[in-house]
């Protein structure tokens, strides 16, 4: 009882934190919107031939309670599934930011029950977006039924199949937490692949574990409806099934009448297994939650400066301490900086950039570029630059945003042209490192004349810096940044996908954003430096 | 629970080394129910006792003690019964003070209408009962530090570690707090961490130094006091006399006057044919403490 309440507490006091904040309310407009867009009719679901043949019939259901109930599951678990984690996944960085983790630390609440308590409030937040597309999906079959409301079919994709799959984004985003290397960049981007891997096994029929296939239900659905659209239709063979948004208003379909799916204990049961699941690796992480324990935790703590004692050091020795006398002071200028003022931040701010990696970084940074130059350039294009514009994505991550992370704010801010000065040299700082990180692309660019890869190249090099330094300076944090550049990098420099590739050729588009995205930091930063 | 007679704390040969680096090196101390000041330069192993001791951390060597349990292996034995305010804490901004006492409440282990209650009265003792309702986001520093006193207080603890309490707190409520503590200390332990000599000054009934991770000087403030009789002098100078004194003489204080500066130094012997000698106060035993570990003069 005692256990329960402190678990009550726990997941009410986070809860209320978080749902208080500006950024919830935009994060339900969000949902909200992406409501409306599946009740409109923009997302959509649909079956499709065997043969993939673009020109032949699509099928879908009636626009029953258990289609729609269905369709807006599958866009909630694929949405929710992705920036679900990264919404949540902040409950045990601010503790420990804020400083109540220490205060934590010394009462008798266990490792389990902290972890637990986090991963109530995580899925509570989740349940209320979940709840939110429930009702859009109600609202739906109220306005484009083509049958009467069932509340049962309705919602039983969203209480055996939604409600499990957010139970385990809650769990991840706790354990992703409880380590501190993964608590940034990594685990961001470790999270992004893993989200991408389940989502094609879950397409490609499940995963091989016994009970545990398909988290998000992918798989589950898609066996239902193709055995329903394939009794509807027997001479034809129905094997795929696609989400979409914006399908053309004149794609024919063919209409078939799926009652939903067969909901039994052991199908219920087994989407459940799920949140076990994360409840498992809640509990496994409690073995090796530091607690706050600065000695265990590796707490990033402003760096000391050099006439202070570090944290847990001894003070040096002050010979002669109390007799105090003003020493002569000079300038702080460096040469660099006499010379200009410009270049002097310059070279401070690459140095911020680069400074802090270990040996391995480097040593993989230039294994990539090395790759590259010992490699076919069709190989490097394809392959190894989209992962040397991917690995340092810890470090552009810090652009735009380390003021505030540091809470240096206030000191840079007040400092001579933080606009002018300050916002251009960080950015040129990041375009220099960037290109650094992959002088090797530009290197076989040129020694095999490809005019066009080279473009592209620059492109990369300019855009990519701008792109973090606009979204850290917006959104004050790096996430923002890592998120968006997980899916462009996926789409675009890895798939190729037309217009979204911004290594490839004409660079004009790129740097044009480019341009706009540094004048609209220049504007948002001279915003935050007079507030 | 324990009587406050039978309260004890005891570490026993502590040390804790961060890479390498030791920050505490084979700590040896017993407390009672009272007040220990606990002084030291910047850097000197006090946060890290304290983290030990509040069970955040764990020593490298040594044990601790609780009424004669070893909190390192059990530390469940002393957390029930433990206030622990931290020098940089923070709070939930988007949450009430109201609120924020009550998750506190919950995680420290205390019931509902018994939480309700010490809430209700700790809200009165910081005097934020006309702010409970507001965001905490929206509080001053020292109202928050005054949040951070009463979450400390929560469980009613019986050991009471605190690290610069009064940092951020107008004089009145310095004072309020000092006059707290020293009621809370007839039957509890408090450790009071600070900078502010005055405030152990007041309220402390046994002062500790720290130094280099080393205990140096552990006694009750009237004993240090009368150490320092004799070795505390003031006398006038001139302000162009004064950069030379600073370097000759551990000056612990000066005071600008009509006819030119009064100058307050530490010395074993007599400055200078004007110095008379003065009562000493703890400045002058920390700073003469700190300055003998480091060389200085004395």
Sequence with gaps: MKTLRVLYHLARADFFERARRYRFLLTLAAVIYLGVLVSNGTWFLYLMPGDLNPLSPRYRGEFNSAWIGTMTVLVTNTFLGLFGFYLVSDCIQRDIRTGVGQIIATTPVSRAAYLIGKWISNFVVLSVLVLILAAAAAIMVLFQSEAALDLGALLMPFLAVALPNIALIAALAVVFETVPWLRGAVGNAGYFFLWLSVVIFSFLGGMALPFLKDPMGINLF????????????????????????????????????????????????EQWLWAALGLGLILLSAVWFARFDPAREGLRRPRAKPEEAKEGEPAEPRKKAPRIALPNLSPLVSKLAQVNPFLGVLFAELRMLLNGRRWWWWAITAGLNIAILSNPLSVAKQYLLPFAWLWPLAIWSEMGNRERKNNTYQMVFSSARPVLRQLPAAWLAGVLATALFGIAGAVVFLSNGALPGLAGWVGAVIFIPTLALALGVFS???????????????????????????????????????????????????????? | MDSP?????????????????????????????????LLGPNGAGKSTLMRMLATITTPTEGTILWNGRDVVKDPEALRSVLGYLPQDFGVYPNLSAQEFLEYMAAIKGVSGEKARRKISDLLDLVNLRDAARRPLGGYSGGMRQRVGIAQALLNDPQLLIVDEPTVGLDPEERVRFRNLLSDLSGERIVILSTHIVSDVESTATDIAIIHKGHLKVRARPEQLLKQMEGSVWEWMATSEELPALKQQFLVSGTLRRMDGVEVRAVSEARPCPEAQPVTPNLEDVYLATVAQRQGGPL
């Design chain 1, 222 to 269: 898609r066996t239902s409806l193709v055995a329903g659209a394939s009794a509807a239709f027997p001479n034809e063979t129905i094997g795929w099934m696609g989400l979409q948004s914006g399908i053309p208003r004149d794609t024919q379909f063919k209409v078939f009448n799926w009652p939903g799916l067969a909901w039994t204990p052991g199908i219920v049961g």
């Design chain 2, 5 to 37: 007679n039978s309260l004890v704390v005891e570490t026993h040969n502590l040390s804790k080394a961060y890479k390498g680096v030791q920050a505490l090196v084979d700590f040896n101390l017993k407390l009672t129910p009272g007040i220990l000041g």
């Design chain 1, 476 to 531: 004050s944090g790096s996430r923002v940044f890592e998120v968006v550049y997980l899916i462009w990098w996926y789409i675009g420099p890895l798939q190729k996908t037309p217009g979204m590739d911004f290594t490839t050729g004409a660079p004009q588009v790129y740097l044009l954003a480019a341009a706009g995205l540094l004048l609209l930091s220049a504007y948002w930063r001279s915003r935050q430096v007079r507030v």
